[in-house]
């Protein structure tokens, strides 16, 4: 049985780790909220201020809210939250709504606050937690998962002809090609390498494989790692996608899909969750930084791109 | 007049110190000296050498932590292949940053990776940064782990300047309730593997030299060195791929302290003085520290030292001129200096002066930074001269014209100049 509470904290976790990934390797504030639906006149008041901003959709729409900031809805109408116990609607009889704090994770103490501003002042890491090396191959990823049925490869068009293969981890059996195709077409979806991986996981159960990409004529070679989900994996990740169908709706139905398919690697599945609760809100702009970033993750660089160009052209974000 | 000519120029450098320009003048100073200090000849003679992780993948982990880290498979197989040399190193660092967060580690895998550490015979420490926020012993979440854990970071540089320093220790202090907190003390990678405090000038000159400075910000606070980086060229000119089974072979690493780093397509990056053209990966400026801390420290004068510096050269200088003209006055004849001769003896002197603290500061490794400052200063002396000669003029008819108006006095004629 899946755990509700769980996986709400979890959403909310990810999402703002996403949005911060640009800048910090790792972040120690959480978003404990989300703003996903304004309906009423809505005002913001952030935690420590005594300042308010008025929000607005579809501007503040999955606008991140840390703990112990308030939100208040005067007149007529709603304003749902997305919190840590579930969605919250409300209205002006509510009066200021304060958002809770994460519930704690017994297994990692929380960072202290003054100290790691500390830390922060005094210097940065001098030690590797850096880019990922350049790759043709740009999905699947390093460490991704897939599956099968929805399975296509993606790499940096080349101007000749590539040759591809699936392999097990091992090298031992190869599950597919090798295969020559046009380099220049950038992707390869195919139903005979679908029907492979299918076809492998059912024989053989393994689940680690290894995509080669060779330039014709060439011994330069690349290869990635990743990864059938397991039949364990896949009942988790349909268990989860069905609590997502049946408890929520609209964007926090495609927030919630989209974070389980982060959470088993299917980045690319992930991506495209991301960029339907975009296209549902396409002037948030904290949508947008989500949808970058499980882009990149898929390994969409023209994607990235596009989307980098839309934030960079959007107002500052405001109630950050 | 000439005490005062003196105290008057170092009022003037104090005061040229605090300006951009000053400051210019220190970095470029400090960068001069840097470039003078003796390098070892080859890397055989580095107590430390840097392996290249840079063909490593970066694998992103979702879930609590989204962000791309180091392959862990890759980084205990190298680990493996170093401690089962027939001439393993003396002691193995890994340079990258394993900080957990409040959410969870940073690689699933590093658990398990911890602990084959642990097991090993040579001393192994792997970095930690961020993770000090979460309390202590908690570095590496799971205290077992603890003392694997080493301090990666490089300080912002001060204001003006590059990196000249690293930390020896960071002492945090984890508030309790019941009492003033906790204080743990994580140390510098480089201290963590070279075992061994940057040596302090124990001789009565402590108010003159120290090795090094302490900054605190609220709980934290750190202690810190000067780092010689005469090295860096050599340890940054190809290191040995740690991927290449062939150039580990051919690496002599036997009693070597070996630092694991990316030196290549990576974020932590940081310019160094004397090298001011090129960022170098945080690895080498590990390697740096652990050269310092092994071989000998670099001195900064004390504020105490740095007036007392300012002022013993310009004694040096003027002095002569002092000694001659109150022996021509005692003598009863008239000081005759030729000021062209003056300025080109001072202007002599002032060159002697930056050839000096140049040369040798492969030999005292004192980081005199402002040398170049009291150069200036000196061969501008000449205006400085002419005003404060005028005043003291001023001054000294003044007196008179005041005893004249008074009843004639027997004592000695003023000094004059």
């Known amino acids: 049985m899946m755990n509700i509470r769980f996986s709400l904290t979890a959403i909310l976790l990810v999402a703002s780790a996403a949005g911060a990934a640009d800048s910090q390797a790792q972040t120690t504030g959480a978003v404990a909220g989300r703003i996903v639906s304004v309906q009423c006149a809505a005002h913001l008041q952030k935690n420590g201020t005594q300042g308010e901003v008025q929000l607005s959709s579809p501007r503040d729409i999955a606008l991140g809210l840390s703990a112990g900031d308030r939100v208040q809805c005067t007149g007529a109408g709603y304003l749902e939250v997305l919190v840590s116990t579930g969605t919250k609607k409300i209205t002006a009889s509510d009066s200021w709504f304060t958002i809770p704090p994460l519930p704690p994770d017994p297994a990692f103490p929380k960072a202290d606050a003054v100290i790691a501003q500390s830390l922060a002042n005094y210097g940065r890491a001098g030690a590797t937690r850096g880019n990922a090396t350049d790759s043709r191959i740009l999905w699947p990823s390093a460490n991704a998962a897939v599956l099968p049925d929805r399975f296509v490869i993606r790499w940096a068009p080349l101007p000749q002809k590539i040759v591809l293969a699936v392999m097990s981890e091992s090298k031992d059996v190869t599950i597919w090609g090798p295969t020559e195709v046009d380099g220049g077409a950038g992707s390869l979806k195919s139903a005979a390498l679908s029907s492979a991986l299918t076809g492998y996981k059912a024989k053989a159960g393994g689940t680690a494989l290894i995509l080669t990409l060779t330039p014709a004529k060439s011994s330069d070679w690349e290869e990635v790692h990743f990864s059938l989900l397991n039949a364990r994996q896949e009942q988790e990740l349909n268990a989860q996608l069905d609590f997502w169908g049946k408890n929520t709706g609209g964007l926090a139905l495609l927030l919630g899909r989209g974070y389980s398919y982060s959470r088993f690697k299917l980045f690319a599945d992930a991506a495209d969750e991301y960029d339907s609760a975009l296209s549902s809100v396409p002037e948030s702009r904290y949508l947008l930084e989500d949808a970058i970033q499980a882009n990149r993750l898929a390994g969409r660089p023209s994607r990235v791109k596009e989307l980098q160009t839309r934030l960079a052209s959007q107002p500052e974000a405001v109630n950050q | ?417």
């Open chain 2, 1 to 417: 007049m000439s005490l005062a000519i003196t105290g008057v120029m170092i009022l003037i450098k104090l005061q040229i110190e605090k300006t951009d320009f000053g400051k210019q003048i220190e970095s470029m100073s400090y960068d001069l000296l840097q470039h003078h200090l003796s390098a070892p000849a080859t890397i055989h003679d580095l107590p430390v050498i840097v392996l290249d992780i840079s063909g490593i993948e970066m694998r992103p982990t979702l879930g609590s932590q989204p962000a791309l880290v180091t392959d862990r498979a890759p980084l205990r197989s190298i680990v493996e292949q170093l401690v089962k040399l027939p001439n393993p190193p003396k002691a193995i660092g890994l340079d990258v940053d394993f900080s957990p967060d409040s959410h969870g580690y940073a690689h699933p895998d590093d658990p398990s990776l911890f602990d084959f550490f642990l097991s090993q015979k040579i001393p192994i420490t792997i970095g930690v940064n961020s993770s000090l926020a979460l309390g202590p012993q908690r570095w590496l979440n799971d205290p077992k782990y603890i003392d694997l854990a080493s301090c990666v970071v490089v300080p912002k540089p001060d204001q003006g300047q590059s990196t000249r320093y690293m930390p020896e220790e960071t002492v945090v202090n984890y508030p309790t309730p019941m009492s003033r907190g906790i204080d743990e003390h994580c140390s510098s990678m480089a201290f963590a593997l070279e075992y061994d405090t940057v040596k302090n000038f124990s001789s009565g000159l402590g108010w003159f030299v120290d090795t090094s400075r302490v900054k605190s910000d609220r709980q934290v606070t750190n202690s810190e060195f000067l780092v010689d980086y005469s090295p860096l060229q050599l340890l940054a000119s190809s290191p040995p791929d740690a991927l290449n089974p062939d150039e580990l072979a051919k690496a002599d690493l036997k009693d070597k302290i070996v630092l694991l780093g990316r030196t290549k397509n990576t974020t932590d990056t940081f310019t160094v003085p004397g090298k001011p053209e090129q960022p170098y990966a945080g690895v080498f400026l590990h390697a740096c520290a652990i050269y310092t801390m092994e071989n000998r420290p670099l001195y900064r004068l004390t504020d105490s030292g740095r007036i007392a510096i300012d002022f013993l050269f310009s004694l040096i200088i003027f002095g002569p001129f002092l000694l001659y003209r109150l022996s021509r006055h005692k003598q009863g004849k008239e000081v005759v200096v030729e000021h062209r001769f003056v300025g080109r003896l001072i202007n002599f002197e002032a060159l002697l002066l930056v050839v000096f603290a140049v040369w040798l500061v492969r030999y005292t490794h004192l980081m005199w930074d402002d040398f170049l400052l009291v150069a200036i200063v000196l061969v501008a002396h000449a205006p400085i001269e002419h005003a404060t000669v005028g005043i003291g003029r001023w001054l000294d008819e003044s007196l008179r014209s005041g005893r004249h108006a008074s009843p004639p006095s027997s004592g000695p004629p003023s000094e004059g100049e």
